[in-house]
């Protein structure tokens, strides 16, 4: 899942919007966000400093930018993995991608982390994160209340919202811990642990859904 786990490249001529954001994240993952100045961005992507300004009206919206992208990439790489299967099976897969490599990964953690410092400070990194928040929990729902209903169970919106929320929870605490401190855990061990969590959150069995 993310930008931050793979070494910054120049994109394509002209899609210097994309170099800068790529350049943004590269920094902040490896030296945290102070490292992310207008002038080593620019250096990194290769640009003139003015160049950002002109993709971006300021910094703080690059910044923004570099985060919806990360956490976007998040999202794509824990459903890349999504298969055809039945609904429980493709849930499993889900929550799988979700606490293995490459969503799970030290530098991801630790761009997180820098930015979810700025998301308390300014207003617009805030919604940023909300809604790449809900895009992720949203999704996770839609796949629990398609597994619960393959299961013959009829769950009432209210109720499929608080089980994403709690599952989500369970996920975000074990991608965490898994990306934080990796040699704590045997080989497929958080994966196994987020599996059995969430089945026992909802009620199904997960662990034998896996592909």
């Known amino acids: 899942m993310s930008d931050s786990a793979r070494k910054f490249t120049r994109g394509v001529p002209g899609d210097r ?6 350049a943004a994240l590269s920094l902040m993952a490896d030296a945290g966000p102070g490292a992310a100045t207008v002038r080593a961005i620019a250096e990194m992507a290769g640009l003139s400093p003015g160049m950002i300004r002109h993709h971006f009206r300021s910094k703080e919206e690059l910044l923004n930018a570099a985060y919806l992208a990360h956490m976007s990439r998040q999202t794509e790489d824990s459903a890349r993995t999504l298969g055809t299967g039945n609904a429980a099976s493709r849930l499993a897969q889900f929550v799988s991608a979700s606490l293995t490599p490459p969503v799970v990964d030290a530098r991801a953690v630790s761009l997180w982390a820098a930015f979810l410092h700025m998301v308390r400070r300014d207003a ?10 809900l895009a992720y929990r949203d999704r996770l729902q839609g796949l629990i209340a398609k597994a619960l209903a393959e ?11 608080r089980l994403a929320i709690a599952c989500n929870a369970v996920i975000d605490g074990l991608w965490l811990e898994g990306g934080v401190l990796p040699e704590a855990f045997a080989a497929g061990e958080v994966e196994r642990i987020g599996l059995s969590a969430v089945g026992a959150l909802i009620g199904l069995d997960l662990d034998g859904d896996q592909p």
């Open 17 to 22: 919007r994309a170099d800068l954001v790529s």
């Open 151 to 161: 299961a013959g169970r009829t769950t009432a919106p209210d109720d499929l919202r």
């Open 124 to 133: 617009g990194m805030r919604k940023t994160h909300e809604a790449t928040y």
